[in-house]
Nanobody
Framework: QVQLVESGGGLVQPGGSLRLSCAASGTIFAIITMGWYRQAPGKQRELVAAITRGGTTNVVDSVKGRFTISRDDAKNTVYLQMNSLKPEDTAVYYC?????????????WGQGTQVTVSS
């Protein structure tokens, strides 16, 4: 089992920055991929960024050049650095972990953290 705890959300003005953190615990060695999703009110949850065990990263086009996903293996923590924030970035952001053996096919989620971009 994997547990994910998110932090770092808040209210910022357009153009501001936030860094989200996701601390993982439990069967850490089973995690293959971690990512950040977001869900705005009345909208579907969407993938924002992902990072693999090997360190390969990917971000969606809508945040490319503004958001960066990274990790600190010593702290079992994944980060989402968000710069040049826009009102359309407003959403609840969720950390996700996809697992392999011995937890193959399982999908774990953090509790979510609110990001609000408004003037």
């Amino acid at each position: 089992q994997v547990q994910l705890v998110e932090s770092g959300g808040g209210l910022v003005q357009p153009g501001g920055s936030l860094r989200l953190s996701c601390a993982a615990s439990g069967t850490i060695f089973a995690i293959i991929t971690m990512g950040w999703y977001r869900q705005a009110p009345g909208k579907q949850r969407e993938l924002v960024a992902a990072i693999t065990r090997g360190g390969t990263t990917n971000v969606v086009d809508s945040v490319k050049g503004r958001f960066t996903i990274s990790r600190d293996d010593a702290k079992n923590t994944v980060y989402l650095q968000m710069n040049s924030l826009k009102p359309e970035d407003t959403a609840v952001y969720y950390c996700n972990a996809g697992t392999g053996w011995p937890l193959a096919g399982l999908d774990y989620w953090g509790q979510g953290t609110q990001v609000t971009v408004s003037s």
